[in-house]
């Protein structure tokens, strides 16, 4: 489970994200920790098509962030944003993005009353196997065969 501080900052984010017209979803470690996979993440990361990204500054303009990048591979521009001490790892992706292509089927999970839409674990271990981080796609499917 993610630890308390990562879940209020993830409530003051999905809160004002499920009550806009963004489309988004939890992703990587934070997002496997919430599903019950033994992981230690350092950041919570948010994903949403790049096409909501200036709708999201404007949501979020009172928290710090880094300067928005293009990702190195040009599936998306992100940036790290903190809430209440917590690092997000923010990624507006294009259309032919890796997370927005293996999104089929998003999970809504409950966490202290708050819906999160998520990213399925079968769909992150499909992420992480196409972006190179093999080992923690074998996390996942040792984590799913159990």
Request: with cysteine.
């Amino acid at each position: 489970m993610l630890n308390e501080k990562f879940i209020e900052a993830l409530k003051v984010v999905a809160s004002r994200l499920n009550n806009s017209d963004i489309k988004w979803f939890l992703t990587g470690s934070s997002n496997c920790t919430l599903q019950g996979v033994d992981m230690n993440p350092s950041h919570i990361g948010i994903v949403f098509g790049h096409e909501d990204l200036e709708k999201f500054l404007f949501l979020f303009s009172e928290f710090k962030h880094i300067e928005t990048e293009e990702r190195d591979n040009g599936e998306a521009k992100e940036f790290f944003m903190h809430v209440y001490g917590v690092k997000f790892l923010i990624c507006g992706e294009y259309n032919h993005g890796t997370y927005i292509i293996v999104n089929k089927a998003p999970l809504k999970i409950k966490v202290n009353g708050m819906i999160i839409p998520c990213l399925s674990l079968r769909a992150e271990e499909e992420a992480y196997r196409k972006l190179g981080m093999i080992e923690k796609a074998d996390m996942i499917k040792a984590f799913l065969k159990k």
